[in-house]
């Protein structure tokens, strides 16, 4: 190393210096890490300390990975961060074909025609697509909301909905990223109530817990007693939003239908439909979108309203799922590689078919 | 008509119970799982019934697990909260 002489530019030079020393350390201890764990005392004693955690992750990367991915951020800015996306899912796209058949239950519809060399890239494209969304999540965790534009041009028909005061179902989708949309919806007045299933032992941070900052929506877990279901309805009767994911039923959950959905039958969930038809709340299907390096666009891609006369029986709820279905798909059609749901919609009916 | 005879008809009618008859639901079988076996999506239609058959709102997690343990609870929490 160049000794150096300036008095001005010696800590600057020192600062650079430590910086590239941390981020070499860290890279290193992604690409190899049976080097610091078998060897180093002080790996083996973090390692332990980490493996030692009473929970198991449920996100695809572990805990440290996440927090490498952090200091990347506060270190060398968004470009630093996607920079280091690049190797990491080549690497899981090589080394862990797990991961990279769970993208093709969607991209084998999407794209059936592509096979082989085709197969492999989309697979690559649709991850790495997926992990700079992870990191523009942290980074308007780490430097606010307001570090990514975000253009919503339809809040005032949003604004309009919840005037009615009946509340309001804000349905997404496992596309772009919700946590944008969410920190422009935040720009409304009314609080919002996210239902989510968290897994136990996931170790990537919401965008607010970057900052210790209080969790901007309350968070209905469906697990709780009764699906939340008393929450649910006291918070549509205060004309609150309700945001739930409609693409995706979880665990053993009975109200679903199967639906067409890119060529083949599909599971959706109804609930949120139900509760639209017992309470008379409106559902607005909300997607986002990535549309450059700091932007994103968040569409009103429809609004569903659920007659709150007829049957409730879960076949009379078909045609708004139908409807949900649709405008997902014209979204894929229109932006491949940002439908992020890589569990298998379409597994049920095959295993049925194999059965018959 | 008993109290809990109308809340066992109410039920039946507004959750469209088929193949279930009012005088079938024993007082004290749980409401949800086994028992009557309503599911989530029952409990939210419930909720929204107890407040506009019976006037008694349903505040929240707490009341509502002291309310949905049975036919039994369901009427006493009522009863409490709206005597007539």
Same mark, same amino acid.
């Given at each position: ?87 990491? @899912?080549?690497?899981? &796209?090589?080394?862990?074909? =797990?991961?990279?058949? $769970?993208?093709? %239950?969607?991209? +084998? ?82 609080? @919002?109530?996210?239902? &989510?299933?968290?897994?136990? =032992?996931?170790?990537? $941070?919401?965008? %607010?817990?970057? +900052? ?145 | ?84």
């Amino acid at each position: 190393m160049k000794p150096c002489n300036g008095s001005g530019s010696g800590p600057w030079v020192r600062w650079w210096w430590l910086r590239f020393w941390q981020l070499w350390s860290l890279a290193l201890l992604i690409a190899r890490p049976g080097l610091f764990v078998n060897k180093c005392p002080f790996f083996k004693v973090l390692m332990t300390r980490i493996n030692s955690q009473t929970w198991s992750s449920q996100s695809i990367a572990s805990r440290w990975q996440h927090q490498f991915f952090y200091l990347a951020i506060r270190l060398g800015g968004r470009r630093l961060a996607y920079a280091f996306t690049y190797p990491v @899912v080549c690497y899981y &796209m090589l080394f862990r074909p =797990g991961l990279r058949k $769970r993208t093709r %239950h969607y991209l +084998r519809r999407r794209f059936p025609d592509h096979k082989g060399l085709a197969a492999f890239r989309d697979s690559f494209r649709l991850s790495l697509s997926f992990a700079k969304i992870l990191v523009d999540r942290a980074i308007v965790g780490i430097a606010g909301p307001e570090s990514m534009d975000v253009r919503f041009d339809s809040m005032e028909k949003i604004q309009d909905l919840l005037d009615h005061g009946s509340g309001l179902i804000l349905m997404n989708a496992h596309v772009g990223c919700w946590q944008a949309a969410m920190s422009s919806i935040h720009m409304l007045d009314t609080p @919002v109530n996210l239902l &989510m299933k968290r897994e136990h =032992g996931d170790v990537d $941070r919401h965008y %607010h817990e970057h +900052r210790g900052m209080p969790c901007p929506y309350k968070i209905i877990d469906p697990d709780g007693f009764l699906g939340g279901a008393v929450e649910i309805v006291q918070a549509l009767q205060r004309g609150e939003i309700i945001s739930v994911m409609g693409d995706r039923v979880f665990g053993n959950d009975k109200n679903k239908l199967k639906i067409p959905f890119m060529g083949e039958t599909a599971e959706f969930p109804v609930g949120a439909y139900k509760i639209a038809a017992i309470t008379g709340a409106p559902v607005a299907v909300l997607f986002s979108r990535k549309t450059g390096i700091n932007s994103y666009a968040l569409e009103l891609a429809g609004i569903i309203r659920v007659n709150p006369e007829q049957d409730r029986g879960l076949e009379n709820l078909r045609p708004y799922v139908l409807e949900f279905a649709g405008l997902l798909e014209g979204y894929v059609q229109l932006h491949p590689y940002q439908f992020y749901n890589f569990h298998d919609m379409w597994e049920n009916q095959r295993t049925e078919a194999g059965k018959h | 008509m008993t109290f809990k005879e109308k809340v066992k008809h109410t039920l039946v009618n507004e959750l469209n119970l088929e193949d279930v008859q009012p005088q079938d639901i024993l007082n004290d079988a749980p409401l949800f799982g086994e028992g009557l076996g309503l599911d989530s999506l029952d409990a939210v239609e419930l909720v929204v019934i107890v407040q506009k058959h019976f006037g008694v709102e349903i505040a929240n997690m707490e009341e509502g697990k002291t309310a949905f343990q049975s036919i039994n609870s369901l009427c006493t929490f009522i009863q409490e909260r709206n005597p007539q």
